[in-house]
RNA sequence: GGGCGAUUAGCUCAGUUGGUAGAGCAACUCAUUUACACUGAGAAGGUCAGGGGUUCAAGUCCCUUAUCGCCCACCA
């Protein structure tokens, strides 16, 4: 080329493609544009009114610090089926969002409080919630500038918090619904009860370790019993033994005999249940109603008594005589003393390996107690939804295929889940969190949308378990309890796209809320993708000095486009993902490629005239038809969320057919004169036409590449942002 | 105890309804004021964890074993 052409060069082109530069330029272009918006969309005609829907609602991170990699994969995924589909031409909303997350965002104020020597109760729970509200708002601070830096177009217009007014209003009235239907109710239930962090939580925030303790076995009457937990035993005056064990024979269910125990003698009565397994220690056991959930159950079908040992701190009540006031940790080996001395041990066996439960969030050791909570009920039969229970309605979304689970052996998962369920425990006696719309007056409760206008009326202490208002996210991002247009438009959402490390704890939630509250699957198609790790297969964390762990040192470093392209090729739905910095690398020399390929068309057609139509030569026909053919499989691919294969496919045509192929061999046409004008023509059509497909992988360097291409004939709409342009499906 | 996933080139991973294996990075040879050295051309590298089966044909489907990882579960 000689250097007249050079004058029609932008001259940044004489320079290599820099990420850093451009992706915060070319963000805000795409920010004032107003696209990420489907209403400004069809306000300026680039969707029709009528257009097919797609939406999707951003699982909302927690506002407990910033955004890791896992959550850069999450918006890199979604973002590329946002884009991709927005070109397709459908209203395409995104809806950015955080949650509050209850527990999770308390204990970790609690943990800064306690590094300046407080505790939430010296500030009151007033004083203590300001202090929570202003943490949450500086992490959400952060991880908006996080997100816009990775280039997500979301829809910041309706920006939502899992705890603000409208989500509130979304969340009473949600309340009492299911509470006139009965499926909410306060009883006198055994709960998870962390004495740590002074909350009851669910079974799935549960975290099992492994412990090794001595394991005890006591003469208990005629029989041995074997315990872990001696101080648990005050109160045992049930013996259980299986039916249909010989060795017990003798025994009848319900009769009753006096043997000496830890504080003199006791009456134990015989129960004679299937729920033994005669293999394990003696056969024997005796049960402990009030601290376990298995004997709960037992005593619940008999009708036992059951008797408190243990308080919510974690001490032993009067029932334990002397130990009473002892904490459970010093108490085991006094106890253990005192049967020796009544010659009750029988043996001691060391190194017992077992599991015991912890909180998620405190790391306290969770004290199954009886409690006097709030429940979902999820097997009582509903009304409204032709008789069936929340169970029952979870099973139907799935099994019916309104709702599509990528990978699908997560079904399976899902479903035993599911069939494991119990009834929800959604009270917690935290502060930060939705307070439960439920009001007393002495014996009289009170449950509203709004406080009741008479005096002397109190509010329930408690809040609600976050997941209970992260289970209305898709439809109370759109407004609901109102019926807006954007509920009407957007819900049923198009996709759920999230770590498969959450399918219990909220996507089983969402699946509830949505079928009972609107009869409708809050979703089509759940897309789960794996974890993120570390190049060398360990968890991506800053404490291990992964050089990755913060999403925007590697944007900082190579680019949001590298990022996501790594993020992408060779990642499969389900599947872990090991980040590896040669690969961002790698991707990030691709940016570069396209950049210079698009120097050297803009350098190759600036003398070209297209005002005339030039007919391709055979073999660039030939190049055309092969890219449509390929765009063809790439849009399948596309549609079946299968972005690797897709990005992959685009990612080896643009460097390996069109850069070292097709541009080498424009080269000898143009300068040799042997068809030049189609060789012209080829470039730009297939330039145009790879930068609109990629678009979606990497936005950036798309996008910017676009506003410096020239206006051609009809091929380019006038200075139309890439992002509204159409998907090419044939070019 | 049950369930699931992984095992493919030195490393990290793809492989779309079964049709004699691919990418990135690394390593090798050559080219060099070229749109781009964030380059090009070429070569090398794999008994697809082991064993068995179905099939004309298996990385792909079935059975089984091993190793690693994950999830679930009340064994007192």
Known sequence: MNTENRHNIPEEFLRPYSPTESEPLVYQTWETSGFFNPDICIEKGVTKADAEHFSIVLPPPNVTGTLHTGHALMLVIQDIMVRYQRMLGKKTLWIPGTDHAAIATQSKVEKLLEKEGLKKHDLGREAFLKRVEQFAQESHDTIVHQTKKMGASLDWSREAYTLDDKRNLAVRTAFKKMYDDGLIYRGHRIVNWDPKGQTTISDDELVYQEETVKFYYFKYGPFTIGTARPETKFGDKYVVM?????????????????????????????????????????????????????????????????????????????????????????????????????????KVEENYKHNIATAERSGGIIEPQIMHQWFIDVNKPIAERNNKSLKELMQDAVNSKNIEIIPDRFEKIYFHWINNLKDWCISRQIWYGHQIPVWYKGEETYVGIEAPLEEGWVQDPDTLDTWFSSGLWTFSTLGWPEQTTDLETYHPTSVLETGHDILFFWIARMILMSTYVLGTVPFKTVYLHGMVRA????????????????????????????????????????????????????????????????????????????????????????????????????TKEMNEFKFSLAGDKLYHYFWHTFADIIIERSKKKITEGINAPSAQRLLYLQHLTLIKALHPFMPFVTEKVWGLLPKIGNETNDNKLLIIESWPTSA
């Open 242 to 346: 299986h039916p249909d064990d010989a060795r017990y024979a003798q025994y009848n269910h319900g009769d009753k005999l006096t043997i000496e125990w830890i504080n003199g003698p006791l009456e134990a009565t015989i129960i004679k249940d299937s729920m033994i397994d005669m293999e394990f220690g003696t056969g024997v056991m005796t049960i402990t109603p009030w601290h376990s959930k298995e004997d709960f159950d037992l005593a619940e079908k008999y009708n036992l008594d059951k008797e408190q040992i243990i308080d919510q701190y974690g001490k032993l009540l009067p029932i334990a005589g002397e130990f009473a006031g002892m904490k459970i940790k010093d108490a085991r080996e006094k106890i253990v003393e005192k049967l020796q001395s009544k010659g009750l041990v029988e």
């Open 535 to 634: 190049a060398n297969g360990q968890k991506m964390s800053k404490s291990l000095g992964n050089a990755a762990a913060d999403p925007l040192d590697i944007i900082a470093k190579y680019g949001n486009d590298a990022l996501r392209m790594a993020m992408i090729i060779g990642n499969t739905p389900g599947n872990d993902l090991k980040l590896d910095e040669n690969n961002i690398r790698g991707y990030g020399k691709f940016g570069n490629k396209i950049w210079n390929a698009t120097r050297f068309v803009l350098e190759s057609i600036a003398q070209a005239d297209f005002s005339e139509p030039v007919e391709l030569d055979s073999e660039d026909q030939q190049s055309m038809d092969e890219l449509n053919e390929l765009l063809k499989v790439a």
